[in-house]
């Protein structure tokens, strides 16, 4: 366990306390530190912060290039660009974005047009599977449904979870 000692100039040295059976000596501070107020050490650090996420960023604009070299040459072998980035990427992209001719309210009202009743999110989320729509959405149910309440001018709730073409 330790205990912050306040001493003057406002530095701040770290004493480590004894659990009664051996003495632990004291914990000496960086010395480069040591002499510096708390401004100096923040600005330290803030500077080091702004040479990494500048270093970080040229990095990045370097792979940038580089993408869009791979890229070029994939279309120039198959004929066809692929893109691999998307917004937002990172850990959680499920790969290049799916596109379809028509928006998904499109596919959901003629589905509806179609089936001649209400229908519930569920019930659209098969029927759906059925056509030519494409998503990477790990949650198809989620996108129909706000998909079903955003767009009031081709949709009206009937019953509660049910929905109908207009």
Same mark, same amino acid.
């Given at each position: 366990m330790t205990a912050k000692k306040k001493s003057a100039g406002s530095k701040?040295?770290? &004493?480590? +306390?004894?659990?009664? #059976?051996?003495?632990?000596? +004291?914990?000496?501070?960086?010395? %480069?530190? *040591?002499?510096? *107020?708390? @401004?100096? &050490?923040?600005?330290?650090? /803030?500077?080091?912060?702004?040479?990494?996420?500048? /270093?970080?960023?040229?990095?990045?604009a370097k792979l940038r =290039?580089? *993408?869009?070299? =791979?890229?070029?040459? &994939?279309?120039?072998?198959?004929?066809?660009?692929?893109?691999?980035?998307? $917004?937002g990427g990172g850990k959680g992209s499920r790969g290049p974005? %799916?596109? #379809?001719?028509?928006?998904? $309210? $499109?596919?959901?009202?003629?589905i509806l047009k179609d089936a001649k009743k209400p229908m519930t999110a569920r019930e659209l989320e098969t029927a759906l599977g059925e056509t030519d729509y494409k998503s990477n959405s790990k949650n198809k149910y989620v996108v129909i449904f706000t998909a079903l309440t955003k #767009?009031? @001018?081709?949709?009206?709730?009937?019953?509660?979870?049910t929905y109908e073409a207009i």
């Open positions: 701040v040295s770290t &004493i480590a +306390k004894s659990n009664g #059976n051996t003495p632990e000596p +004291k914990v000496a501070l960086n010395k %480069a530190l *040591s002499g510096m *107020s708390v @401004e100096e &050490i923040e600005q330290q650090l /803030e500077a080091r912060k702004t040479n990494e996420v500048t /270093e970080l960023e040229t990095r990045l =290039v580089e *993408s869009d070299t =791979v890229e070029q040459r &994939i279309a120039a072998l198959c004929g066809t660009v692929v893109r691999t980035r998307r $917004a974005r %799916a596109t #379809n001719e028509r928006p998904l $309210a $499109a596919y959901l009202h003629e #767009n009031k @001018e081709m949709f009206r709730k009937v019953e509660r979870g």
